[in-house]
């Protein structure tokens, strides 16, 4: 059974950092490129980015370049977000996805529960 | 970036009636990569449609989906209790985007 969990969210002042985890089972992990998807309360979707299996490639939507890097350790089968210069409408809860192949251009067959990250003075 | 727009915003059906969800592109999807997920109060997303018209594993046939281009359609042919949700389009042809949202509530 696929299962995804994120951990690692919380309260942090505008302008902090925060990073974010995904334990991954149930699957081969670096077989499969990772997402991250977030949710803004009452809001819709808004995907953030993505890492190919090997964690060679990555990429990131324009709300977040340059402020955080994913990354993975497929030793561990986990992902990872880092957020820096975080600011208020980065108020979300954070979702891990599992794509639906190796590829980067590919739907989301998994999800895990989110974590919820706040930013607040 | 290719925008998605979804309408309704809300749809108000009652069960066993058919309910129609719309997705529009502001540009070509390639190759149909077009999926749709359902979300629940407090749930995470549920994939039920890929490839534009193919049914995720386990999803009842009563979820359909059809089109190409820029005009999708999600169809669920016969609602049940359990059907009344937040459903969202998604393409993934040219980077990632997501649909605003339609809720279904019921009548």
């Known amino acids: 059974e696929v299962q995804l969990v994120e951990s690692g969210g919380g309260v942090v002042q505008p302008g902090g950092s925060l990073r974010l985890s995904c334990a991954a089972s149930?699957?081969?992990?670096?077989?499969?490129?990772m997402h991250w998807v977030r949710q803004a309360p009452g809001k819709g979707l808004e995907w953030v980015s993505l890492?190919?299996?090997?964690?060679?490639?990555?990429y990131y939507a324009d709300s977040v370049k340059g402020r955080f890097t994913i990354s993975r350790d497929n030793s561990k089968n986990s992902l990872y977000l880092q957020m820096n210069s975080l600011r208020t409408e980065d108020t979300a809860l954070y979702y891990c996805?599992?794509?639906?192949?190796?590829?980067?251009?590919?739907?989301?067959?998994?999800w895990g529960q989110g974590t919820l990250v706040t930013v607040s003075s | 970036e290719i925008v998605l727009t979804q309408s309704p915003g809300t749809l108000s059906l009652s069960p066993g009636e058919r309910a129609t969800l719309s997705c529009r592109a502001s540009?070509?999807?390639?190759?149909?990569?077009l999926a749709w997920y359902q979300q629940k109060p407090g749930q995470a997303p549920r994939l039920l449609i890929y490839?534009?018209?193919s049914r995720a594993t386990g999803i009842p046939d009563r979820f359909s989906g059809s089109g190409s281009g820029t005009d999708f359609t999600l169809t669920i042919s016969r609602l049940e209790p359990e059907d009344f949700a937040v459903y969202y389009c998604?393409?993934?042809?040219?980077?990632?985007?997501f649909g605003q949202g339609t809720k279904l509530e019921i009548k």
């Open positions: 996805a599992k794509g639906m192949s190796s590829s980067w251009l590919d739907y989301f067959d998994y």
């Open positions: 149930g699957f081969t992990f670096d077989d499969y490129a």
């Open positions: 890492i190919s299996g090997d964690g060679g490639s990555t």
């Open positions: 540009q070509s999807v390639s190759s149909s990569y």
């Open positions: 490839g534009a018209s």
């Open positions: 998604q393409q993934y042809g040219s980077s990632h985007t």
